[in-house]
């Protein structure tokens, strides 16, 4: 080939994974691979001693109150989100009493002997509402069936004289590493898109009052995204002091717009177009089921009524056949008759 | 002082490997199936288990449908009194979502005499997750799978079970890692897949940090579609397995480079039906003994 003919020459592709990429996840894989429970003393503590973690990523309506009375004041403003709350606690103290707290919460040390939860909220007040109101019965053909049965005189000196394993922190860990824990930890038990973003707003905020930013890599170890989505949420977070990213954020937590627009609007030259063109305008009717919300998550409501009347026994239908499956608040209250009636029907 | 539930919530002798990676397209489903079959071959009684909704570890071994749910099973009996203690009757199924829906499954009996299988369900599974989500049930879950491995007929008619995991973290992935004795992680040789090993990492991290009794091992990290001709493969390879690298003793070697070799071996009108049964020299199958024979030391290197 002449030196006329010759192709100019081209900058080469990246040779292989870079090493910086290789060292982070080795340190991880590293930190993994030790971590045990020698981080922590696992220990009795009485559940009086046990504080709960106001800013935990999980939202949790419930307060300790309501779980020692057992069930919701009917004026409580908060009334159908608590109810929502209670019944996952209920499940979740049955299930304590059937096999044990299995996996016990993680805490930190305060002074005078007490603790303040990182992780393990719910689990921790199932276990108090079990003190209270979980009801155990021999049946005859063997085995112990429970059920949840409301003691209007709860005893409370329970709480002092009730131990239950919590793994304590042997050095108080940094924010950022209770944060983590606590994060990680609600991870998996699943937690709802608003109380990841509130997580992820206050980790940005935390890290900015060190004059540091938030990094893609501290997102996927914690909330459970990939690499692609951690670069979204990214961009959502350091633009969310633009006025329209900081309205979609209000609207993605009040479950009226998704992730993916938030993201979108955040990524648009135009913010405002995009914003108006998604948010401000009415949309066609979509075709198929329609979907509502029921408390603070989006809920599929043909789904639950086929979740009812496939788990019921079909003299029990009856019961049913006046609800109006397209308006939430029935639904709702259907779901929560179903679940007695479910309870009664099998412990 | 150790929580007397935790101690008692690990398995006397059983393992249970849980193939894992966040990221799709890696070869889970073909490593699942391979290390099934070498197991077998090994002798060792194995229950197949699988957790993603795409079915296609469970099509190798049990004749799915075509709408993906599984056949009828063949000792299914409607009337069993059994059934009465159930929130609702069984289908004559059973898949994996009924063991997360009812705490009870019956794995299917297999082609081979030492395979049990419990399949996926291509719709229900799903379905399930959204109901999970809707009932704040996740805490459960997580633990259930264990629970049920637990069970004395686990115990004493399974030697190892092998779950096939789905692309993404839910509360059912959660649940095979926190059944699982080990974890194996096949990757990729390229920037995704390899910066996707830290969601596992912080996963892992966590089930260690959680784990009173038995910790949770890992096999190794398998790379999988490796091209050797490729700089950019080989450079990353060398990297990882460099001298003082962390990952240098978890590679395992030789990396898996026949993929499709695998997929079609294992497809449902491959003939024959195993990689097993090639021919000695197929290289695909010299290959995959090598690395399940390291998967396997590692596994059962505890036995006693």
Redesign the interface.
Known sequence: MSAETKKPRRPG???????K??E??????????K???K??H???IPVASIQLWDEQPRDIYLTIDDVIRGWIEKDDPLHTEKE??L??IV??AI?IKD??????P?AYSLPGQRVRLIGGQ??TMAMIYSLFHIASEQLEKGGVSFDSVINETPDLSLLESTLI?V?VFVRKPDPMMIEK?GM??N????LTLKSKLNWALRITERKEADDQSIHW?EL???I?V???QAFKWVKVLTERSNTWVGKAIDLVKEDKLSFSLLAEIAHAEDKQEVFERNVGKKRPPVDGPRKHSIGV?T??LG??KK?IF??LDKKLHVEFDSVDWSNPTKVKKAFIHF?DL?EQ??G | MVNPAQEEFDYPSLKVLTINNHKGGVGKTSLSKIITEYFLNKGKRVLGVDIDPQCNFSARFVEMRDDGSPPIHPEFNADDPDWDELPYPPPGYWSISELFKIGYVEPYSTQYQNLKFIPSHKTELQEFLDQVEKINREEDIVNLMRTIFLDEYYQDEIDVVVIDTPPQASSLTASAVRAATHLLIPTEMQEDSVSGMADMAQLWETENRSRIGDRLNLVGVLPTKYDKSSAAQRNTYDDLNAEGSYFSDKLITPPMRYLQTYANSSSTYANPQSLFEMHDKTPAKIEAEQFCDVIYKRVFSDER
Do not use: Q
Not at chain 1, 24 to 33: S, T, W
Not at chain 1, 99 to 104: C, E, H, K, S
């Open positions: 592709i990246r040779r292989g994974v870079s090493k990429t290789i982070n996840v080795a340190a991880k894989m590293e930190a993994a691979d971590a045990n429970t981080d922590y696992v220990t009795r929502h709350d019944i996952g499940t979740l299930s096999t044990g707290m299995n996996n016990p993680i719910r689990r394993p793994k824990i990680a930890d991870l998996h038990e699943g890599s996927t170890g914690t459970g990939n690499r692609s998550k809920t599929n789904s639950v979740l496939t788990n679940f479910w029907d099998n």
